[in-house]
């Protein structure tokens, strides 16, 4: 996505988009002048998670969630990024 609009590789996905906002109430993420935050989960980032998380992060109306798994360690933990 690029200035709010579908990158051509992503283009076919567009019809599904502006369906779903058709059906959906509030889609636009405000109401009543708030904004509406939306979660979002990432897991299986492994190299890309910094660049990645730096992105998703910076949106206002994103609240993300990190999941990480080191099965050596058999360790899990999810992060809330503010």
């Not at 109401?31 to 990645?52: D, F, T």
Request: glycine share 10%; net charge positive.
């Amino acid at each position: 996505m690029r200035q709010g609009k579908l990158e051509d590789k992503h283009a076919w996905l567009q019809e599904k988009v502006d369906g779903w906002r058709q059906t959906t109430p509030g889609h636009s993420g405000r109401a009543q002048g708030v904004l509406k935050k939306k979660n979002v989960l990432l897991l299986g980032s492994g190299m890309v998670a910094g660049p990645a998380v730096q992105r998703i992060a910076a949106r206002k109306d994103v609240q993300l969630l990190v999941g990480m798994c080191y099965t050596s360690e058999n360790f899990c933990v999810v992060l809330r990024i503010l």
